[in-house]
């Protein structure tokens, strides 16, 4: 039986299976062809929802036989993120999007600011902008919405912008729309943040499940468990890897515990963090660490308070990830 080449889009990634939709609409579902693991990509999943790929179908009436992924064509951005089990390799969260929106929470689970650190530094070390969307707004005291406003302070004078939002009532919901017009939005976050709530409210049709927060440890539960490319006015197929159409795509993923960065060398970090790589340029030294070297302008900056101390210490964490346990620590 012979196989014909088709171009298409990787909608949704099950793992051992992936959901390819052709360019002239087809939904073929298909596997990796053996030798593709050998090609040097390091990563627990090789190919990503976002990736453009050729796959290799059975022709011929009866149409069957197995669909296979042959070629990936190349990335222009990703977003990717250390294993948890694999020290050596990369998991790949997205590929080829326009945005990201973190969804961070202060309570019910706590976000901690290393791991909205991480996920930013790693963000900016492939170009993808990032929105910080601050869910649950309607489970938080006075102290909890006082910290959240000091948050949303801290990164929008970083330069990020930030929502405040209730995916459970709505609130703030349609202010997200306009962000979201047009554009390829990965959906990432700790488990239990409310990323399911939230494409539920975006997408009423999608019904995706959602679970309770686990009491014991005020931690979410995982509900999705694979990643999956959501059109948010599904009419029409989407063309090519971005929404250059016009169109709307979200592309879910699974909750994640810890953001362990890959493949950083320590000199790259300090430009990773946007007030840090504005500080370094006046340091004394080109190769200044910022961390004991004289003259320098970015720990000069952090005793004077324009740099936030959760920051710096963002930072540092990451230079110590040449340290190969301290992936696994949740951050």
């Known amino acids: 039986m012979s196989n014909c080449n088709l171009k298409g889009l990787v909608i949704k990634n099950t793992g051992s299976w992936y ?21 040097g990509i390091r990563s627990t999943n090789p190919i990503a929802v976002g990736d453009r790929v050729t796959i290799s179908a059975p022709s011929g009436e009866d149409g069957k036989g197995a669909s296979f992924i ?47 650190d991480r996920f930013l530094a790693s963000a900016e070390a492939y170009r993808v902008p990032v929105v910080l969307i601050f869910n649950k707004t309607d489970l938080l005291n006075e102290d909890d919405l ?39 939005t990965v959906l990432s976050g700790n488990s239990g943040v409310g990323k399911s709530t939230l494409i ?14 686990s009491d014991a440890h005020q931690t979410g539960m995982h509900t999705t468990t694979f990643s999956e490319m959501i059109n948010l006015a599904p009419t029409t197929a989407p063309e090519g890897a971005s929404g250059e159409s016009g169109e709307s795509f979200l592309i879910d993923t699974p909750g994640i515990k810890g953001f362990g960065t890959f493949d950083m060398e320590p000199e790259e ?41 959760s920051r710096y210490q963002s930072y540092l964490s990451m230079l110590d990830d040449k340290d190969e346990n301290k992936y696994r620590e949740a951050y």
């Open 200 to 213: 539920n409210r975006l997408v009423p049709d999608v019904n995706l499940r959602t679970a309770d927060i």
């Open 146 to 184: 006082r910290l959240q406003d000091m948050m949303i302070a801290l990164y929008e004078n970083i330069g990020y912008e930030c929502r405040a939002i209730s995916a459970e009532t709505g609130k703030g919901i349609e202010e997200l729309r306009p962000l979201l017009q047009g554009k390829i």
């Open 19 to 39: 959901t390819v939709r052709t360019d002239d609409g087809q939904l073929v579902d298909c596997k990796i062809k053996g030798n593709f693991r050998l090609r």
């Open 269 to 309: 970090i300090s430009s990773y963090f946007k007030e840090i790589f504005h500080f370094s340029k006046d340091c004394r030294f080109s190769n200044c660490t910022h961390t004991h070297e004289p003259g320098c302008a970015v720990r000069k900056a952090l005793e004077e308070h324009y740099i936030a101390e």
């Open 70 to 116: 042959t070629e990936i064509d190349e990335r222009r951005n990703y977003i990717i993120r250390k294993s948890i089990n694999l020290s050596k390799q990369s998991h790949i969260i997205a590929a080829n999007v326009d945005q990201a929106f973190l969804v961070v929470t202060i309570n019910r689970p706590q976000t901690s600011t290393t791991f909205i």
